[in-house]
């Protein structure tokens, strides 16, 4: 069984950066795809980014592609989502996520933290 918790949101203005982290607990972490997804109010969640258990391969939403960054560290358990150039659309709550394989559908994911909101105010 994983366990995630979510860091490193806040208030950001556009155009700025903010990487959240993902701990992770559990000795089978390094057994699992991880992925990001995020809720803005109103909203239905929706797929950010995902990245397959050995970090070889990574997925992107068409939103976030070329502005955000999804990488792993196995040894610490911690899985992280650069984010460039945000944009006021991008303000959700994040959630991280895991689970057996990579997905865009998040009924995929197992394991799911309790989300850490970001704020990009323009």
């Known amino acids: 069984q994983v366990q995630v918790v979510e860091s490193g949101g806040g208030l950001v203005q556009v155009g700025g950066s903010l990487r959240l982290s993902c701990a992770a607990s559990?000795?089978?972490?390094?057994?699992?795809?991880m992925g990001w997804f995020r809720q803005a109010p109103g909203k239905e969640r929706e797929f950010v980014a995902y990245?397959?258990?050995?970090?070889?391969?990574?997925d992107y939403s068409d939103s976030v592609k070329g502005r955000f960054t999804i990488s792993r560290d196995n040894a610490k358990n911690t899985v992280y989502l650069q984010m460039n150039s945000l944009k006021p659309e991008d303000t959700a709550v994040y959630y991280c996520?895991?689970?057996?394989?990579?997905?865009?559908?998040?009924?995929?994911?197992?394991?799911w933290g309790q989300g850490t909101a970001v704020t990009v105010s323009s």
């Open positions: 996520a895991g689970g057996p394989r990579g997905s865009h559908s998040y009924p995929v994911y197992d394991y």
């Open positions: 559990g000795r089978t972490f390094s057994r699992y795809a």
């Open positions: 990245i397959s258990w050995s970090g070889d391969y990574t």
